[in-house]
């Protein structure tokens, strides 16, 4: 698991790590809805693409985040597993699949919504060979 939370005395604090950043993304993914289900409750059964940009790679990390948030509603899943791609050309662009299912109220107890993965708290860093980011989620 390469996450863990916060403190914070509103929201939802995240960090999220990995040897590769494509690595940290992913797992901020999983903290993220970590907090609105049990992500053990949620089948693979589909795939949904996600693209954003960014200037950097913390903005990135944010823009991510909330584009998996709009899909979520868009499509009426939740998703436990995610696979990303960046390229950097001009800025950062990211090329992902959300993967989950369908939700279903009866199988998936909720626990918090999250609205927003937000820029307040973000920092990035690479130290000791892991990649870093941090952020806030407003709850």
């Known amino acids: 698991m390469g996450y863990k939370y916060l403190e914070h005395e509103a929201d939802v604090g995240i960090q ?9 993304f992913e797992d901020g993914a999983k903290a993220m809805f970590n907090v609105m289900i049990d992500l053990d409750q949620v089948e ?27 899909q979520m509603d868009i ?13 950097e050309d001009k800025g950062f662009s990211l090329i992902g699949q959300a993967i989950g299912e369908k939700i279903n109220l009866d199988k998936h107890e909720t626990k918090t ?26 709850v």
């Open 16 to 24: 999220a790590f990995g040897n590769t950043v494509k690595k940290a």
């Open 44 to 70: 693979h059964k589909k795939e949904v693409e996600i693209n954003c940009k960014a200037d950097n790679l913390p903005a990135l990390f944010i823009e991510w985040l909330n584009e998996l948030l709009a």
């Open 75 to 87: 499509s009426i899943m939740f998703f436990s597993d995610f696979k990303v791609k960046i390229i």
């Open 113 to 138: 919504e999250v609205k927003a993965a937000t820029y307040s708290g973000l920092d990035y860093k690479y130290e000791g060979k892991q990649h870093y980011f941090e952020c806030l989620l407003d």
